[in-house]
């Protein structure tokens, strides 16, 4: 481990940064102190002390509580969205940089137009469109984040096309199925599991500022963009309840981050 | 060059017939029509068909479609059902706004994010470099709106309010004045767009100096500083360009989180306004003329890049 | 020890370079000696891992972080380089030893002038005035025969060729009036007619300038005709240095003599043997000569302790107990006898008639507005046979468009206009259906680097064409295993991945990946290029023994015209896109020449300093296939050109013979008339 630590900072601190949000999420049920929605409106807006650790917010929610459970939305939103992001932008990105020609142009022209948008805006239009809910939020910023993936998927099928194994396997009957998925697909999984995890930390810091404008995760879900949100009349009054998530996304964002570029470098050094 | 002008022209073109079709798309997709969203669901099919065909939403979608960006283009956007005024009054000052707060945004990177990347590509590995690096994890990290509330916590806040917690006021109320509403967000927006640019110029910079034309230089004898400035800058600073092309789309969706959290008069903050209140004529607009101006902030990005890259401007 | 007297500029004693790596200490350099005097070429012959580059990086003191120079010193005019502060090192580079490297492309700065990168060396050092320093700029290009100095020093690097590119380089080298001169494999990648000039040009500077030159490279013709004193550098030793013709004609190293004689020899003399075993592991060397493992006259003493150099002669050491026995030998003659006859009327396996392909420019749009350049003109109507059972090769420098054709017969592409068909061997009859085809017709590509998935094991590797013809699993797994003994691997290797094998053993997967299915036409694309001399040889063998025992047909395309005589029935000689001459091997090389294929011919470097050089240049570039040449294609560089019909009428292929096809306006008797390029190779 120390070995590791020392060759590969980012990704050690990634590693254990994540370790531990993904346990607090995982055991968030069991280790909770309240309920997420139990009210206790004689203690609201209390500072951390013996009763509750972290303090209350305005309804006198347990911020701890509060807190942890607000990751395991965030883990949804944010692993859910990258991964409706790959099944989409995966295939669609193969597809056009092997076929190449007319079908690779049109598809990357309206890709491109999607791009145009800033991501957050599209998500914007996609949740104006069918409504605010958590689920509503994941789908928007999962086909937000599907065009930028075609892209690197595209781009990276187009320095692949053109070695000679893919030839090799034209030359002996492969059929253009197989040769996208059984033979260029592989060579791909490096660059894809790092723009994923990238996308990950990303895609939690955008679920956030969508629920942080009311667009996102509802009352009462617990979430760390909403809570903000919530907090936001009061911060004068007790910064915790603002303090409290937004260390917890900004930690979270960070591991994400770190693990990311740890694996890049990693896989980078090996290649 | 002029072909790749031309060809880049075109596509540009093309992308703006496209983005104009999947706004307008996109907002008509809505669940029951517009008309139903405006007067509520308790409203009777017979106000709701009144509505529809003063709204012109009885109309096929193509026609539609045709009539609002034949508006578009010839200057009339519409009218704004909750403002009850014609949207371009409404637009050109929020437009204003939102390209103050941009423009400081981009102003301070180029005048701090590029430097500072260069700095760390230069000393890598050495503190300063794991310094710079570590604030720029942590600012592209943290998401704008707490850096935003936390600054008006500590800034604004009752005991030390240095700077208001928002909103806008015009030159005339004094320069000094102005520039307190400006700052705060400036500052928020600023910090993430910096910590972008500084990893992407520094990476940028360090492939650069491990090129073998650097290996050239300095094996002619070059003083490191030669290398560095004359050859090194020259090539690193190209993808700077598009760096910093790019990440005008963060400004933009940032944008819109900044200007709500300081309630700063801005195209961001109408947006939302639009979506609140199912305002479609002026969220169609709105929302496209972002969406336009990211796509001409790239265009000058690549004409800039291939203006400065000998390799694309003499073929 | 060999020491000049103090004409020496360069004095190299002992030198001992290590990379600390995480699998050890890599020792790439050990106990290397020697000097260059002043306007003398010091060639430095090795294969790949033999420490070249380290050597020359070693000298300008650029070496890796984790490389350390463990002893020995670099005396340059005295003064030992290992012991200089930094500044007196950077005044040195650039102005007393300067480097030419072996990529052009990537060593130039692509956004500064070519003009202002020569002059730049002379900024630095302080040798001129900026605009002195411009105008030298300009001497220098005309210096390296770089046609119109002016517009090319304004002109950025990528708007000029792999050829002018490298003049460019040198003439930065050059600028600051050095005299070391360290040339990296400064041919590597050009087209033979650009090697060839530049190697004049290398010829013409030891004269012109003065400078003490070390010209490092693994191609042993180029260093024969460059180098005035050779050294052959094996696994990070010296093994052998003496003057080039000696070394050429007698070796006294058992490596220097393999490694000549694994080289195919264009005038069929000397043996075409591969040297056996593999390049050693330079972290854990074994004790004794390090050469021992592969030696074919290694006897118990070369076992233990590093033997001393011995002197063979004046200037000629050679590091070896037994030299004297290795220079007694008499040349290994050529093994067997020579080609079997061709059969007398083989049916045609494969018939090519007006095939063409372009490549036109993507981007529909572009098109559309008339913006797009013309298309590649890859091949233009060209017509042959592939006969049954022999061995065809098509050569001709890079672009002429041999790839090309060996892809359209896989019909990996379709052709723009031509027919194209394989016919059975046994019945004659064309086949149609694409899983038979498929089957028949097998390729091998040149890179065996990207040639084989780096994500699949070898055993996936071989499997996949047998399961595509519908073979059932454990006849697979059966096969494949014969195959990979066919080609001479364990079976061990049926679980690695690419990466954990090496060039050569890359390649014999993909040999055998191509014999899978029992085909009956192979087509080979440079298969041999990316490998090592040594392993070369073995290479063919193992082709010719496949190709025995299937009684299969191969189109070998190539750009080697020495491997080509040793493998070859019959030869197609292309150039830009047509098929200029066609014949058997003997006929190619013996008049009457096209007069491409003779400039060819006379610019290919051999093994062999006594060679005289050559008579025929080829002036000029190649044009550009989007544009190619009205009339004759070759006319713009052929030195015979007659007249204004060549540059009006493209000349058709013409029987001069019976297998013999010329495609030139010059009337065949003279073309018969003139000298033959090489001698007749002598019957064994």
Known sequence: MTALARANPPLTIGILILGCVLTFAVLAPLV???????????DRLQRPGAKHLLGTDQYGRDLLTRTLFGGRTALLLGLGAVALGLLLGVPIGLASGYAGGRTDEVIMRVVDAFLSFPALLLALMIVTALGAS??????????ANAPGIARIVRSQTLAVKHEEFVLAA????????????????????????????????????????????????????????????????????????????????????VGFNLFGDGVRDRLAGRA | MASYVVRRVLSIALVLVLISLIVFVAIHVLPGSAATLILGEYATPESLRVLEREMGLDRPFAVQYAAWMGGVVTGDWGYSLAMKQPVTAIVGLRLRNSALLAGFALLAVVLIAIPLG?????????????????????GISVPE????????????????????????????AGLRTWLSHLVLPAMTLTLVLLAHVVRQTRSGLVEVLQSAYVRTARLKGATERRVVVRHALRNGFLPAVTVIALDLGYLMGGIVVVEEVFAYPGMGRLILYAIQNRDVPLLQVSILIVAATYTFANFAADLAYAWLDPRIRYR | MLRRASGAVLQIERLSVSFATPRGEIRALRDVSFDIAAGEVFGVAGESGSGKSTLAYAIMRDLAPNARVVGGSIRFAGEDLLRLAPD???????????????????????????????AEVLEIHALASRAGAAARALELLALVNIPDPPAVARAYPHQLSGGMQQRLVIAMALAGDPGLLIMDEPTTGLDVSTQARILELVAGLRHDVGAAILYISHDLAVIAQVSDRVGILYAGELVEVAPARQLFRRPAHPYARGLLDALPDIDLTRAFRPIRGRLPDLSRLPDGCVFAPRCDFVEDACTRGQPAMATVGPAHVARCLRWDTVIATPPTPRAGPGAPPLPEIAAPVARVESLTKHYEEPGVLARWLGLARPPVHAIDDVTFDVRGGEVLALVGESGCGKTTLGR?????????????????????????????????????????????????????????????????????????RELLEAVRLDVGYLQRLPRELSGGEKQRVAIARAFATGPELVVLDEPLSALDVSSQASMVDLLTELRNRLDATYVFISHDLSLVRHLADRIGVMYLGRLVELGTVDEIFRPPYHPYTRALLSSIPVPDPAAPASTVRLEGAVPSARRPPSGCRFHTRCASKIGRICEEVEPLLQRVDGTHWLACHIPVEDLRRERPIRPAPRST
């Not at chain 1, 958590?134 to 086909?143: D, F, R, S, V, W």
């Not at chain 2, 700095?119 to 942590?138: H, K, Q, V």
């Not at chain 3, 102005?95 to 990537?106: E, L």
């Not at chain 3, 046994?426 to 084989?452: C, H, M, W, Y």
């Open chain 3, 88 to 118: 007196a090192l950077r005044s040195i580079r650039g102005r007393r030893i300067a480097m030419v490297y072996q990529d052009p492309k990537s060593a130039l700065n692509p956004s500064m002038r070519a003009g202002q990168q020569i």
């Open chain 2, 118 to 138: 260069t700095l760390a590509a230069l000393r890598r590995g050495r503190w300063l470099d794991l310094a710079i690096l570590t604030g720029s994890y942590i």
């Open chain 1, 170 to 253: 034209r030359a002996q009957g492969d059929a253009h199925p197989y040769i996208m998925f059984g033979e260029i697909l592989p060579n791909l999984l490096p660059p894809i599991v790092i723009e994923a995890t990238i996308r990950v930390g990303f895609a939690i810091l955008a679920s956030a500022s969508l629920s942080f404008l009311g667009l996102g995760v509802q009352p009462p879900t617990a979430d760390w963009g909403l809570m903000i949100r919530e907090a936001r009349q009061h911060i004068f009054l007790s910064p915790w309840p603002l303090l409290c998530p937004g260390l917890a996304l900004a930690l979270t964002i």
């Open chain 3, 408 to 480: 359209l017969l896989l019909r990996l592409l379709p052709p723009t206009s031509g027919a194209l068909s394989i016919r059975r061997r046994q019945s004659g009859t064309e086949i149609k259906d694409d899983a038979e085809f498929r089957r028949v017709v097998r390729i091998v590509f040149q890179n065996p680097d990207s040639s084989l998935n780096p994500t699949k094991r070898v055993a996936a590797i071989l499997e996949r064409p047998l399961a595509i013809q519908g073979v059932p699993r454990p006849a697979r797994l059966a096969r494949v």
């Open chain 1, 32 to 42: 909770a102190p309240y309920g997420v929605a139990e009210q206790n409106i004689l």
């Open chain 2, 145 to 172: 709106f707490v850096t935003g509330m936390v600054l008006i916590l500590v800034l604004a806040g009752p005991s030390l309010h240095l700077f208001p917690t928002g909103d806008y006021a015009p030159l005339a």
């Open chain 1, 134 to 143: 958590t689920m509503h939020a994941l789908l928007a910023i999962g086909l």
